[in-house]
C-alpha cells in the first residue's frame, strides 16, 4: 500500500493490482448527466438574468414586451435542468449506443471536422456579398457531401429549397430582413 492516509485520493494504480481511490465522490460515479443538467441551469440562470434587463423603449412595448420569449425559454431550461436532474438521482440513464449507429471505438474522422469547420467559416464570411439564399445553398451543399452523400442534384436542389424558403420565412412571415446579395431585386 502507498504511505498516504485513508481517503485520500491516490493517482494512478500501482502495477500490483492495487485499486485506485477515485476523487469523485460516490454519489456521482456514473452519473456525468449531471453535468449537462447544471449546464442547462446555468444557460437558464444567464437567460432570466439577460430577459430581466432588457430596457422597456416606446417602441418595443406591446401587448407581450420583448421579455416573455426569453423568459419562457429560461423557465423551458430550468425545467429540463430539474426534470434531468430527478432522473439522474433516480437512477436513470441514457444508453450510450441504443440511438447512434456509430463506432464509439473509433475517434474523430478531422478531415470531416475540418472541411465543415470550413464551410461555416465561408458561410460566415461570403453572407453580405453572395447573400443570403446562395451562402445557405452552399452551406447545405457542402456539407451534405462533407458528410457523405452521393446524390450531388439532390443535394444542391434541398438546399435551395431550405435556403428560398427560410428566406421567404424570415423576410415576409417575420418581417426579418436578411441580405439578398447577388440576387438583390430578384428575390
Excluded at 481517503?7 to 449537462?36: D, I, K
Excluded at 420583448?66 to 430527478?86: D, E, F, R
Excluded at 461555416?120 to 447573400?131: N, P, R, V
Aim: aromatic fraction near 6%; include cysteine.
Amino acid at each position: 500500500m502507498s504511505s498516504s492516509t485513508a481517503g485520500t485520493p491516490v493517482t494512478g494504480a500501482p502495477a500490483t493490482g492495487t485499486p485506485t481511490v477515485s476523487r469523485v465522490p460516490a454519489v456521482l460515479r456514473g452519473r456525468s448527466e449531471l453535468g449537462v443538467a447544471a449546464l442547462l441551469a446555468v444557460l437558464a440562470t444567464i437567460v432570466a438574468w439577460d430577459a430581466a434587463h432588457i430596457k422597456q423603449l416606446s417602441i418595443n412595448v406591446g401587448v407581450m414586451g420583448p421579455q416573455v420569449v426569453p423568459n419562457i425559454i429560461a423557465v423551458g431550461l430550468g425545467l429540463c435542468a430539474i426534470a434531468l436532474t430527478v432522473d439522474v438521482l433516480r437512477g436513470g440513464a441514457a444508453d450510450a449506443e441504443d440511438g447512434e449507429d456509430i463506432d464509439l471505438s473509433q475517434g474523430a474522422h478531422w478531415p470531416t471536422v475540418f472541411g465543415l469547420a470550413g464551410v461555416i467559416l465561408a458561410y460566415a464570411l461570403t453572407m453580405e456579398f453572395l447573400g443570403y439564399v446562395i451562402a445557405s445553398a452552399l452551406l447545405f451543399y457542402g456539407s451534405s457531401l462533407l458528410l457523405g452523400s452521393k446524390r450531388y442534384l439532390w443535394a444542391l436542389v434541398i438546399g435551395a429549397l431550405l435556403a428560398v424558403g427560410t428566406f421567404y420565412g424570415f423576410v415576409l412571415g417575420l418581417g426579418i430582413p436578411l441580405p439578398a446579395g447577388l440576387l438583390t431585386g430578384i428575390l
